[in-house]
């Protein structure tokens, strides 16, 4: 379904960013992409659906496919219109709208035909939503508003959804609400999925398969299962020593990357 082979991004003509970076999703399949701040992880997302565009940043060798058809060079909307939309980190939604009215600017893509039907989708999805389907968003919890962003981009039909950093700033218990609900989403919908993530933990536990990136490269991939089960998982990405015993935020910060990975 979504296919990159042997990524390049630069920014400016001159900042390279992503290192021939190679990844897939099957059609249906939900893969989560791990790695530290400033990997290359948000960079990919922007790539897939052409943000990279307005920000002076470029493919500048290798291809990215969707669905058989090449897709690295096309403008946001046209990515859009083709089936991938991306929700952003950090919640960005329209202050001054209401939630409902939020919503409703996720269906330009398809016009009025089935709106109605649409939000009540959502809002079966996303409950909570309903419920404060008619206050101004500005004013909604990180919770809610996390719950309005996505809906928003379901409300446009999509075919796969990028999620940036779903997680960020919310409570753990949010935090499994919300991807309890993305993993039935992409169950009952056959929404593809590609999720940023650096909760480890619950990226791993709801996706299928994962990827590790480091300085702008895939270093390690797999099945979510044997992820979760390898050491170097376990002992940067999830806080566990060798031992399996929990190592403190001290240690675990000043320790080095094994250089096997690059």
């Known amino acids: 379904m979504l296919n990159l082979v042997n990524v390049e991004v630069k920014y400016h003509e001159v900042i390279l960013v992503l290192r021939g970076v190679s990844l897939q999703v099957e059609k249906g399949q939900m893969v989560s992409l791990l790695g530290a701040n400033g990997a290359g992880?948000?960079?990919?997302?922007?790539a897939v659906s052409g943000i990279l565009i307005p920000e002076d940043g470029k493919v500048t060798?290798?291809?990215?496919?969707?669905?058989?058809?090449?897709?690295?060079?096309?403008?946001?909307?046209?990515?859009?219109?083709?089936?991938?939309?991306?929700?952003?980190?950090?919640?960005?939604i329209f202050e001054h709208l209401t939630a409902e009215e939020n919503l409703l600017t996720g269906a330009i893509l398809h016009g009025n035909g089935r709106t109605r039907q649409d939000l009540e989708k959502v809002y079966a999805y996303f409950p909570k939503v309903l419920?404060?389907?008619?206050?101004?968003?500005?004013?909604?919890?990180?919770?809610?508003?996390?719950?309005?962003?996505?809906g928003r981009a379901l409300m446009g039909r999509p075919k796969m959804l990028l999620l940036d950093e779903p997680s960020l700033g919310l409570a753990p218990?949010?935090?499994?609400?919300?991807?309890?609900?993305?993993?039935?989403?992409?169950?009952?919908?056959?929404?593809?999925?590609?999720?940023?993530?650096?909760?480890?933990?619950?990226?791993?536990?709801?996706?299928?398969?994962?990827?590790?990136?480091?300085?702008?490269?895939?270093?390690?991939?797999?099945?979510?299962?044997r992820l979760k089960e390898n050491e170097d998982i376990k002992e940067f990405y999830l806080g566990?020593?060798?031992?399996?015993?929990?190592?403190?935020?001290?240690?675990?910060?000043?320790?080095?990357?094994?250089?096997?990975w690059l």
């Not at 389907?133 to 508003?145: H, I, M, P, V, W």
């Not at 403190?248 to 000043?254: A, G, I, V």
């Open 131 to 150: 419920q404060v389907r008619k206050r101004t968003a500005g004013y909604l919890s990180g919770g809610e508003q996390q719950m309005v962003v996505i």
């Open 61 to 92: 060798d290798g291809y990215i496919e969707f669905e058989g058809r090449r897709i690295d060079k096309l403008e946001p909307f046209d990515v859009a219109e083709a089936g991938i939309l991306q929700v952003m980190e950090g919640r960005r």
């Open 173 to 225: 218990i949010l935090i499994r609400e919300i991807f309890d609900i993305l993993r039935n989403i992409n169950q009952d919908e056959g929404i593809g999925m590609l999720v940023v993530e650096q909760n480890a933990k619950i990226a791993l536990e709801s996706t299928q398969y994962g990827y590790v990136m480091e300085n702008g490269r895939i270093v390690l991939d797999g099945p979510a299962e």
């Open 240 to 260: 566990y020593s060798e031992k399996g015993k929990k190592r403190s935020y001290r240690d675990f910060k000043h320790y080095s990357r094994r250089k096997r």
């Open 41 to 46: 992880k948000s960079t990919l997302l922007k």
